[in-house]
């Protein structure tokens, strides 16, 4: 049983498109996580959110609490946007992981 | 600031060998974790730390041991390598649990 699901599990797209990252969870939550694992492995948070809507240069981050749903977005997407979007939910006594969404921009 | 670092980056071990992977943070942080990640599969968490002197297990503790006598060091121990191990290994510190996590470059561990 998978506490958190995310889609799509492959992604690419070309330079300049809007891409969208979906992320359910099914465990009551206190905060929701965005990470980043660059090509090379290192892992970078990109946003924490407990409700709304958070940005972040291109990045758009957004919760649905009640449909325990979330999505991120990047807009005007880059080759340097390429990378593993990981999807982390905090119970309030745990971390739940996504198994992540392998992003691939083409130049 | 360093932020969380990791060393080795990559090891080799045989089986039954012991090793310590080290994790350091310069960040004042008091909740530090140590997470192993797997194809397929969402990171898991091993142990975790709320503070120096106090650890506990986390979803796959198995075959690990850890100790926080310092607010920046939590190293993680493997007792006796099997191949089971072979993983990459991910520390990471947090102000408090469940806040933004800071994750370390990673130690690639191979288990023959």
């Known amino acids: 049983k998978n506490e958190v699901e995310q889609s799509p599990q492959n992604l690419t797209a070309q330079e300049g498109e809007f891409i969208t990252i979906n992320c359910s969870y099914s465990?009551?939550?206190?905060?929701l996580h965005w990470l980043q694992q660059h090509p090379g492995g290192g892992i970078v948070s990109l946003f924490m959110?407990?409700?709304g809507k958070k940005k972040h240069g291109r990045l758009i981050a957004t919760i649905n609490i009640q449909e325990k749903h979330s999505s991120l977005h990047i807009t005007a997407s880059h080759p340097r946007d390429s990378a593993v979007y990981i999807c982390a939910v905090y119970t309030g006594n745990q971390f739940y992981f996504g198994t992540g969404t392998s992003l691939t921009v083409i130049p | 600031n360093a932020g969380v670092t990791q060393t080795p980056k990559f090891q080799v071990l045989k089986t039954g060998q012991s090793m310590t992977l080290q994790c350091a943070q310069d960040m004042n942080h008091e909740y530090m974790s140590w997470y192993r990640q797997d194809p397929g599969m969402g990171l898991r968490l091993i142990h975790y730390s709320v503070g120096a002197g106090i650890t506990d297990q986390g979803e796959v503790p198995n075959g690990y041991n850890v100790s926080r006598s310092t607010t920046e060091d939590f190293p993680l121990r493997l007792l006796s390598a099997a191949p089971s191990q072979t993983s990459v290994y991910f520390c990471a510190s947090s102000y408090s649990k469940g806040t933004q996590q800071y994750f370390g470059p990673g130690t690639r561990l191979t288990v023959t």
């Open positions: 959110l407990s409700s």
């Open positions: 465990v009551g939550i206190s905060a």
